[in-house]
């Protein structure tokens, strides 16, 4: 592919792929900076600054920055009184009653000021389509797909929302952020059981929390650690763009060198040193909750990264990655004892992960059937390879998604900036899925030896409340 790969002196990378076969342009910011750069006390904060930096800038979301400015440092210096307050091993409840009033007054007050949604609407009036963020436990990313005309108009809103966020709104979205909280670990049954089983793998690993936060976290997070953590960690020399589409190259390097130019450059992301130690024996644990049953079960493996990644990758795909797999023509075809089983690599890419298996039963079949069939199907792969027509089904499907991929100009773009991120090196990408290519049948047989035993498998289920499992 003929990327152009442009670094501005403050650290930023630019990918700029010119792709002239529709008058449109794909933008993706991807910083490596997720859940597992957190630490207990901060839980949530890069999914919560997700939401809060579609709040605008000084000059964008408000009508009078002036007047709303003093307003927000007094919130922010009311909240901080109100969470020392509630540190003290014996908070003054009339106090607190005082501080919580005086937050809500002052947000109150500053919110008359504030143009709710400003920063989209200027956007979609542009033309702009599919704008949007994710979190996840390595990297925050933020996209959005443009009229080719209008390109400079992202480079004037997207540098300034690097240089002046202002997180007005804050309090009124973490209540959102609560809520989705709730709806995702809460209330949902394939939430609860991944939590469940993230939380019981992985006991020092930040893989072991959820991206979206502890709810205590939560509670006590401010506006004032939010800016912190933005102006630290979402500087330029974190950041790399991925521009894909009709755009002139030499255009796209003078916006980036006269916009995004003087962004400052910010601190590394903050290092993931914990390492999880070694697994001395299966762990399981049930979950009572009011949905079907349902079963996951994870194997200590390794990171995206390793040499054995695309073996265990392979095996993921020959297990259920369509009709003809494994575990799909057995379970779900077959005998019909489940309704669904898939499995992956996760959670992440960039640390020692686990090899996950997830099963929902039909019923009156049983997790514990579904478990005992998928450990008799990874015992047949221990002691016979897969044939090799299977292997190449599934590579012929690599190639067949790898084709796919290439044709958007959005997906790709999140490719390659993803690439760049993690390996320094956007044509990492392409590699990995080359060494995918490369695996053999005894690779796979060698790994799921390896990797697939009981030591070091942890398993979770949801059992219905006053019902089976």
């Not at 839980?43 to 800038?57: R, Y």
């Not at 090899?355 to 039963?361: C, E, K, L, Y």
């Not at 069939?373 to 990874?378: D, M, N, R, T, V």
């Not at 044709?407 to 990492?428: H, K, P, T, Y």
């Amino acid at each position: 592919l003929p990327v152009v790969r442009h670094v501005l002196d403050n650290g930023m990378t630019f990918l700029i792929l010119p792709r002239h076969q529709a008058p449109t342009v794909s933008l993706v910011v991807h910083y490596p900076v997720g859940s597992v750069n957190e630490h207990l006390g901060n839980t949530g904060i890069a999914h919560v600054l997700e939401h809060m930096l579609f709040k605008g800038s000084r000059e964008i979301g408000t009508t009078d920055p002036t007047a709303e400015a003093p307003l927000l440092a007094a919130a922010d210096a009311a909240h901080d009184s109100l969470l020392a307050e509630l540190a003290r091993p014996r908070p003054d409840t009339a106090r607190i009653r005082h501080l919580t009033d005086a937050v809500a007054s002052y947000e109150d007050r500053a919110e008359a000021f504030a143009i709710p949604n400003e920063y989209a609407g200027i956007l979609a009036a542009a033309g702009g389509r599919g704008l949007n963020a994710t979190t996840s436990f390595e990297a925050t990313r933020y996209f959005v797909e443009l009229p080719a005309n209008r390109l400079e108009l992202w480079f004037a809103l997207e540098s300034d929302r690097m240089r002046n966020p202002v997180l007005r709104g804050f309090h009124t979205e973490l209540d959102v952020v609560h809520e989705e909280r709730h709806l995702r670990l809460e209330t949902s049954p394939g939430g609860i059981i991944q939590t469940a089983m993230l939380a019981t793998a992985f006991q020092v690993h930040p893989y072991g929390v959820p991206v979206i936060g502890h709810a205590a976290d939560l509670e006590y997070m401010s506006r004032r650690q939010l800016t912190e953590y933005f102006r630290d960690y979402y500087g330029a020399r974190n950041a790399v763009a991925a521009i894909v589409g009709d755009v002139d190259t030499d255009q796209v390097v003078e916006w980036a060198e006269a916009y995004f130019g003087e962004v400052p450059a910010g601190r590394p992301a903050p290092p993931v040193l914990a390492r999880e130690p070694e697994q001395a024996g299966e762990r399981r644990i049930t979950v009572e909750f009011d949905a079907e049953p349902r079963l996951m079960i994870g194997w200590r493996a390794v990171s995206g990264l390793h040499e054995d990644a695309p073996a265990l990758q392979m095996l993921a795909s020959l297990l259920t990655a369509g009709r003809s797999t494994r575990l799909y023509r057995r379970l779900v075809a077959g005998d019909r004892s489940a309704i669904h089983v898939s499995a992956y690599l996760g959670p992440g890419f960039a640390h020692p992960g686990l090899f996950i298996v997830n099963a929902v039963p039909r019923a009156p079949h049983t997790t514990l059937e579904l478990e005992i069939s998928i450990y008799q199907e990874l015992d047949d792969i221990r002691a016979n390879p897969p044939d090799a027509a299977a292997l190449n089904r599934i590579k012929n499907q690599i190639r067949a998604g790898e084709y796919r991929r290439l044709s958007g100009n959005l997906q790709l773009g999140m490719q390659i900036a993803e690439s760049e991120a993690v390996f320094g090196d956007w044509r990492e990408t392409f590699r990995l899925s080359r060494r995918i290519l490369e695996v053999t049948p005894g690779d796979v047989q060698r790994v799921a030896v390896k990797y697939l035993g009981v030591r070091n498998r942890t398993v979770a289920t949801i059992v219905t409340k006053g019902g089976s499992q």
